[in-house]
C-alpha cells in the first residue's frame, strides 16, 4: 500500500485501529496486573485485619459461651436441685396446690453435661397450677421447665376427679 495513495480518510481510519490496538496491548500487558495486585492487597489487607482482630473475636466468642454456660447449668448436685426446686414450689405455690406426687431425680450424663431430670405432680384447682408454672417459667433461670401436662384423675374412693399437673424439670451442670 503506498503511503501517497491513501486519503486522509483512511489514515484517520488507520491512525484510530491503531490507537485501540496499542491500547489493548498496554492493558493486557500493564494495567491488567496492576489491577489484580491491587484487588488482591485489598483481600489480603482484610485478612490480614481479621487476623488482627481474632484475639478479641475469641475472646468475645468464650466470654459468650461461659455466659450460656452459666445460664445453663450451674454447679450443684442432685440434693442441691431438688431441695431448690421443692423451697420454690413450697414458698409460690398458692395455699390449694399441694404436692400428689414426688419422683425420683433421674441422672444422666451426656457429652460434658450431666442432666438431672425430676418429676412432680401438684394437685389443685386450674387457676393455681397454671400461677405455680408461670411463676416458675418467670423467676428461675437455673432450673428448665421442660414439660407441662394437665390431666384428670378419678379418686374412687371418695368419688370425684381431681385435677393434676405434672411438671417435667431439668438442669444441666458442666462437667
Same mark, same amino acid.
Given at each position: ?5 491513501? /486519503? ?10 491503531? &490507537? ?5 496491548? #498496554? ?31 475469641? #475472646?468475645?466468642? /468464650? +466470654? ?13 448436685? %442432685? ?23 414426688? +419422683?425420683?431425680? +433421674? ?5 460434658? *453435661?450431666?442432666?438431672? /431430670? ?7 384447682? *386450674? ?9 416458675? %417459667?418467670?423467676?428461675?433461670? &437455673?432450673?428448665?421447665? !421442660? ?9 374412687? @374412693?371418695? !368419688? ?12 444441666? @451442670? @458442666?462437667?
Amino acid at each position: 500500500m503506498n503511503i501517497n495513495k491513501v /486519503t486522509y480518510k483512511q489514515r484517520f481510519y488507520l491512525l484510530v485501529a491503531a &490507537v485501540v490496538l496499542s491500547c489493548f496491548v #498496554a492493558y493486557f500487558v500493564a494495567i491488567k496486573q496492576s489491577v489484580n495486585l491491587y484487588r488482591s492487597n485489598i483481600e489480603i489487607t482484610s485478612e490480614l485485619n481479621n487476623l488482627y482482630n481474632a484475639p478479641v473475636e475469641i #475472646a468475645n466468642i /468464650t +466470654h459468650e459461651i461461659n455466659a450460656i454456660d452459666s445460664l445453663i447449668g450451674r454447679e450443684f448436685n %442432685e440434693t442441691d436441685f431438688q431441695s431448690l426446686l421443692l423451697d420454690f414450689i413450697i414458698t409460690h405455690s398458692p395455699k390449694n396446690v399441694s404436692f400428689y406426687k414426688l +419422683h425420683d431425680i +433421674h441422672s444422666f450424663q451426656q457429652g460434658n *453435661y450431666m442432666i438431672y /431430670t425430676e418429676v412432680i405432680e401438684l394437685e389443685g384447682p *386450674y387457676k393455681g397450677l397454671l400461677e405455680i408454672v408461670n411463676k416458675f %417459667e418467670k423467676e428461675i433461670n &437455673v432450673l428448665k421447665l !421442660k414439660s407441662a401436662k394437665f390431666y384428670v384423675l378419678e379418686d374412687k @374412693k371418695v !368419688k370425684r376427679n381431681k385435677l393434676l399437673l405434672s411438671i417435667v424439670i431439668q438442669s444441666y @451442670k @458442666k462437667i
